[in-house]
């Protein structure tokens, strides 16, 4: 069984930024984002990490718990990796699989949302969940998150834990979520594999970066500097490898466009794009 302190290794922050949305330009609350940036093609992730500026946790984590607060008090609307947007940004992808997963279980929802964060997809689907008889949102972090999230987002419904085992311990899911997480893993195909090891009915994956091609590619990803300055290693997966290895052990309901960040270019010829897997038992 897996703990948050292996998975920390392995982890860049939880926190993503993928703000941009057609125009390659967003408009919020606190002004205007641009589109960031992906570069390179290296061999492996501890080149890449050589070459990244690396970031400040505790920044990130101050700037997800303020932006959170305000969604959780109601005096924003939505939040998605720290910054704040004048509407919410569904994922509408993602709420299917969601809706299915708790009508199938006489409308109750369990979800082990692995990196998290401090519940941003939470709050961003809560509408919408409110309409099941119970929903259990359970998400499993890097320490200096869980204490956080215990501290000021706790509830009867969005929960925190240290651990896999922790939350397996407490609740039974019907749906383990990676959410703009797997690119951002060493080796995510590992962490892929033990993940699919818990048996959990459904596997929901969104937000990840993709291309059509028949290998994966390892870039480094810049963060624009009105969020905060960083870089780091950032994986574009080769969508027929991932579905492979997705199909070992569940059934294929559905692939889906993210629709928060258009398809790119990078290096000049790669066109990638960020898409999600409905995937069950």
């Known amino acids: 069984m897996a703990t948050i302190k292996k998975i920390i290794k392995a982890l860049v922050p939880p926190v993503?930024?993928?703000?941009?949305?057609?125009?390659?330009?967003?408009?919020?609350?606190i002004g205007v984002k641009r589109n960031q940036t992906w570069s390179g093609d290296y061999p492996n992730w501890k080149e890449a990490e050589a070459l990244c500026s690396g970031y400040d946790s505790q920044n990130i984590l101050e700037k997800c718990k303020n932006a959170l607060l305000m969604v959780k008090n109601g005096e924003a609307v939505y939040e998605r990796d720290s910054v704040i947007f004048n509407e919410v940004q569904y994922s509408?992808?993602?709420?299917a699989g969601?809706?299915?997963a708790a009508l199938?279980?006489?409308?109750k929802l369990t979800v082990l949302d692995f990196g998290g964060s401090l519940g941003s997809t939470y709050f961003q689907n809560k509408f919408f969940l409110n309409v099941c008889k119970e929903v259990n949102w359970?998400?499993?972090?890097?320490?200096?998150?869980?204490?956080?999230?215990?501290?000021?987002f706790e509830d009867n419904q969005l929960q925190f834990f240290y651990s896999i085992d922790d939350c397996l311990a407490k609740h039974k899911p019907d749906v383990v979520l990676l959410s703009s997480v797997l690119q951002y893993l060493d080796k995510p195909y590992d962490w892929l594999n033990q993940l699919m090891s818990y048996?959990?009915?459904?596997?929901?994956?969104?937000?990840?970066?993709m291309l059509d091609e028949d290998k994966d590619m390892l870039t480094i990803q810049l963060v624009p500097d009105e969020i905060y300055k960083a870089s780091y290693p950032s994986w574009f997966f080769s969508k027929?490898?991932?579905?492979?290895?997705?199909?070992?052990?569940y059934k294929l309901i559905s692939f889906f466009d993210s629709g928060f960040t258009p398809p790119t270019v990078v290096n000049d010829k790669h066109k990638v794009y960020w898409g999600?897997?409905?995937l069950k038992k």
Do not use: M, W
């Not at 509408?92 to 709420?95: A, E, H, K, T």
């Not at 359970?138 to 200096?144: A, K, R």
């Not at 048996?199 to 970066?209: E, F, Q």
């Open 199 to 209: 048996n959990i009915p459904y596997l929901i994956i969104d937000r990840t970066a």
């Open 98 to 100: 969601l809706q299915r």
């Open 138 to 152: 359970c998400i499993v972090e890097q320490s200096h998150f869980v204490d956080c999230g215990k501290t000021f």
């Open 16 to 29: 993503v930024f993928t703000i941009a949305r057609k125009s390659g330009i967003t408009s919020t609350s």
């Open 240 to 249: 027929s490898k991932l579905e492979r290895i997705l199909l070992k052990d």
């Open 104 to 107: 199938e279980n006489n409308g």
């Open 92 to 95: 509408f992808g993602l709420l």
């Open 276 to 278: 999600g897997f409905i």
